[in-house]
């Protein structure tokens, strides 16, 4: 008896697969590209690149393709497809391409962090107790898990629904903080999170969502780097 057919439509396909596809879809040439995803942008390099100076804002960055790697305080913290960049706080750093060719660009994205959504999680427990309060640089490289990956695909997914953006990707954003929460980063972002409720932050008028929209809002590269005599958009990302 002959052997079924293989079934390929039934394979899931591999989140890095899943977001070169997006990503290089969405970008031409070396640069950074804004998302009607609020928070989250997309960069492409096509070539390496010596290291870059840069202001890095609270985030976490992915590479689907290639490799980089960021210099703080004389330390360097190369990440690829299977380790992640996150920044808990405001960082003066250096941005380096290590892998990138037309043929194979570095693909990969930033999102914005939100404190208040770290802060808000951390206070409805459940989570496991922070026990290091040692001072840190506030930069740092972890595993790139499914658990972790799994939300990013859905969010980046949400590009073909555009009509389904507004209501999906805000909650896909809070599950996204939630398993930084869990990952092996968890100790870095709790120490930065502020140390309140979540109920004393919907009280103040300084985090509500109408202005937290006005502050967080933008689609904008997470971070603008800049070269030593001009400012450069082509390595505004880390």
């Known amino acids: ?59 976490i960055v992915l590479v689907a393709q290639g490799a980089k790697q960021m210099w703080v305080g004389g330390d360097a913290y190369p990440y690829d497809t299977s ?5 808990s706080l405001d960082v003066p750093a250096n941005s380096e391409v290590l892998a990138a060719s037309p043929e194979r660009p570095c693909l990969g994205l ?17 989570l496991p107790p922070h026990r290091d309060r040692s001072p840190g640089v506030g930069v740092g490289i972890g595993a790139a898990t499914p658990a972790l990956l799994a939300p990013f695909s ?25 398993r930084l929460l869990m990952s092996d980063q968890a100790p870095k972002l709790r120490q930065k999170a502020p140390r309140s409720s979540a109920a004393n932050t919907a009280g103040c ?12 809002g933008t689609a904008r590269a997470a ?6 005599q001009k400012t450069s958009f082509d390595a505004a990302l880390p």
């Open 154 to 178: 859905r969010l980046l997914e949400l590009l073909d629904e555009p009509a389904a953006i507004p209501v999906l990707a805000p909650l896909i954003h809070r599950e996204i903080h939630y």
């Open 205 to 216: 008028s300084e985090h509500r969502p109408s202005e937290t929209s006005k502050c967080c």
């Open 223 to 228: 971070l603008t780097c800049k070269r030593m």
């Open 83 to 87: 380790r992640f960049l996150v920044t």
């Open 1 to 59: 008896m002959a052997p079924k057919p293989h079934d390929t439509a039934a394979q899931p396909v591999p989140p890095h697969e899943a977001m070169v596809r997006i990503i290089g879809a969405r970008t031409s040439g070396s640069g950074d590209f804004e998302t009607p995803i609020a928070g989250l942008a997309f960069f492409r390099r096509d070539a390496p690149a010596s290291p870059v100076v840069c202001m890095v804002e609270p985030s």
């Open 110 to 126: 930033v999102l914005k962090l939100d404190v208040r959504v770290l802060a808000e999680l951390v206070a409805q427990g459940g």
